[in-house]
């Protein structure tokens, strides 16, 4: 009779085994971020001259629930550009994207003309994207970002002074 039990009591095991392996996986927990990296990239779409061609990397919550990351295109010619930063930020629901990098040297150049106009708004630009991306990204500020802001301040502050000479 033993015999018979422990038969049972093997089979028994057996069965509870082999079903308990047919249960599916536990689920993955979902990750927290999908939301906001789905909300970003509609944003930065938004700003992209042809936005069904994105392409999204190295996407991550930054500081203040920021999603930094970077986004490549295809620009008017269809050629993909190369993979830029992007930062979007939930408190205002703006995104931005960093503008090719400008030529710091004015000189040579007439603070009047059209083109220096040009040239100091994409400073401008620039230092407006990289003090964004310095407060919401950034978990290592560089040792000369405090002597670059003040620079770049600057040169915001010059932007209305442009705009009036024209």
């Known amino acids: 009779m033993a015999g018979v039990s422990n038969r049972h009591l093997v089979w028994a095991m057996a069965a ?3 079903a308990a392996s047919c249960q599916p996986a536990a689920q993955k927990k979902a990750d927290p971020n999908v939301a906001k990296f789905a909300a ?3 944003i930065v779409r938004d700003l992209l001259r042809d936005p069904r061609s994105a ?3 190295r996407e991550r919550v930054g500081k203040k629930g920021a999603v930094c990351g970077q986004v490549n295109a ?11 930063d ?13 503008p090719e990098e400008p030529d710091y040297n004015l000189e040579g150049e007439y603070i009047t ?8 708004h994409s400073i401008i630009a620039s230092c407006e994207f990289k ?5 919401l990204c950034e978990s290592n500020v560089p040792p000369d970002w405090k002597e670059m802001e003040k620079i770049c301040r600057q040169f915001i502050e010059l932007g209305p002074v442009v705009d009036a000479l024209h």
């Open 40 to 42: 970003a990239r509609s």
């Open 74 to 84: 295809k620009n008017t010619y269809g050629g993909y550009v190369g993979f830029a």
């Open 16 to 18: 509870v085994f082999i």
């Open 55 to 57: 392409q999204f990397q």
């Open 131 to 135: 003090m964004r991306w310095m407060a």
């Open 113 to 120: 003309s059209p083109a220096a106009k040009e040239h100091i």
């Open 86 to 98: 992007y930062v979007y930020d939930p408190e205002t629901k703006a995104a931005h994207v960093r």
